[in-house]
């Protein structure tokens, strides 16, 4: 029995019981994920392809640790550019214990042979979570034997990243305001010379308004 699954733009075959190394997978060491993209599926001699995927069907694993690959240099080079990159990279990955496989909805592995998967799975679970464990004790070691701190100030397992309260925001001293700039000294305004006084009063006294001339013995004055 064994399944084509495809994940992180990868294809696997995968059997009950096996171990597969995939792309990295946003979950957690000892969390249960659900494979649902299934391209094949073949039990007991029957072979279903899909079109693209099976319909019905899932992989059921568990994860029991994380990982990163070897790694690759990458070296970009260019002729007659004086073009040279040297990178390196290394890709995470997810490590899964394939414990069932479905197709059409209906689980092909027999409970007794699923719940043995799930203890293998479990224990390994437990190995990766005891080597993390360790690797923390060895650390902490080394900080007591460099710095002489003691252990009770490095409990770093307990410092949680707090939002700060409103009642650390109250006692806060509130910012000084800053000192307002004094204002400028107004400009004095130069005195008034004598012609521009002459030209205010002139803008100032309104203009004589000229009234038509309504005598008939005067309309025919001037003209020829």
Do not use: C, W
Not at 29 to 40: F, H, I, K, Q
Not at 174 to 197: D, E, N
């Amino acid at each position: 029995m064994y399944a084509v699954i495809e994940t992180g733009g990868k294809q696997y075959r995968v059997s009950p019981g096996q171990t597969v190394e995939v792309e990295l997978l946003p979950a957690e060491p000892g969390a249960t994920v659900t494979l649902e993209r299934v391209l094949l599926v073949s039990a007991e001699g029957d072979t279903t392809v899909g079109q693209p995927v099976v319909p019905g069907g899932a992989v059921v694993a568990t994860v029991i640790g994380e990982g990163r690959g070897k790694k690759v240099i990458v070296f970009k080079y260019k002729s007659k550019k004086r073009y040279r990159r040297t990178t390196g990279h290394r890709q995470d990955y997810t490590y899964l214990t394939v414990t069932d496989i479905q197709a059409k909805g209906e689980s092909l592995v027999q409970d007794e042979e699923r719940k043995r998967y799930e203890r293998q799975a479990q224990r390994a679970v437990n190995r990766y979570e005891r080597k993390l464990l360790e690797a923390f004790d060895a650390l902490i070691s080394s900080i007591i034997a460099e710095t002489g701190v003691p252990a009770s100030d490095i409990d770093v397992l307990d410092v949680e990243d707090e939002e700060p309260t409103d009642e650390v925001e109250a006692s806060a001293p509130a910012p000084s305001a800053k000192p307002a700039k004094p204002a400028k000294p107004a400009t004095k305004a130069a005195p008034a010379t004598p012609a521009a006084s002459a030209t205010a009063e002139a803008s100032e006294t309104p203009a004589e308004s000229e009234t038509p001339d309504t005598n008939p013995k005067n309309s025919g004055k001037g003209k020829q």
